[in-house]
């Protein structure tokens, strides 16, 4: 089956700098990639996803990057602000069902 | 989008006893439901995979015996905890799939189980 692997597991920055989260996937069947935002005791929201037949796409302050060869995709946050402090998880699905990475909490200080 | 429910939110039962979640697709109807679990710090873990009108497939160490899965309408999917113990204790989350050239995935706001 598909398996995930996410890098950082941890992310400080400082307001205004840029933060990239890194993954893998395993499954080259696999062709839907998002990534969510959680917060504490909430449910993950959907904040930016890409397909494969897409390498890259933008949303304001928000990138995700594609590379279907070498099986991994990274989240892009530019100008980072401190509500952007938060879990995120990448996930990728090859049929309907989701597997999500180990997530990666991130910090951003004022 | 597209909004799914869950009750109860919170739940806190004695151990032994079962708990059931409910999961509901309030707008839409959704031939597949997920049921995930979280533990503290930890990432979203698939339990099964539940489709209306049959058997839910369970992942790999998921004991199908402990953890009931019933989807018997288009917008209902339960989750039944039997035997509970404390190390059950986590976030239960469904999310419900909305199929078509999308194929978005919606999830509902998770259920805070603790075991005593």
């Known amino acids: 089956g598909e398996n995930v692997e996410q890098h950082p597991s941890t992310l400080s920055v400082q307001e205004g700098d840029s933060a990239v989260i890194k993954c893998t996937y395993s499954d080259s069947a696999s062709n839907y990639f998002p990534w969510y935002k959680q917060e504490l005791g909430k449910r993950p929201q959907l904040i930016i996803d890409i397909r494969s037949n897409v390498g890259e796409k933008k949303d304001q302050r928000i990138a995700v990057t594609l590379n279907k060869t070498a099986k991994h995709f990274s989240l892009h946050i530019t100008e980072t602000q401190p509500e952007d402090s938060a879990v995120y998880f990448c996930?990728?699905?090859?049929?309907?069902?989701?597997?999500f990475g180990k997530g990666t909490t991130l910090s951003v200080s004022s | 989008g597209a909004v799914v429910s869950q009750h109860p939110s919170r739940v806190i039962c004695k151990s032994g006893t079962s708990v059931k979640i409910e999961c509901r697709s309030l707008d839409f109807q959704a031939t597949t439901m997920f049921w995930y679990r979280q533990f503290p710090k930890q990432s979203l873990m698939l339990m099964a995979t539940s489709n209306e009108g049959s058997k839910a497939t369970y992942e790999q160490g998921v004991e199908k015996d402990k953890f009931l899965i019933n989807h018997a309408s288009l917008t209902l999917s339960t989750l039944t905890v039997t035997s509970a113990h404390p190390e059950d204790s986590s976030f239960y989350i469904c999310?419900?799939?909305?199929?078509?050239?999308?194929?978005?995935?919606?999830f509902g706001p998770g259920t805070r189980l603790t075991v005593l």
């Open positions: 996930a990728a699905r090859a049929g309907t069902a989701l597997i």
């Open positions: 999310s419900a799939f909305l199929a078509g050239v999308a194929g978005e995935q919606f």
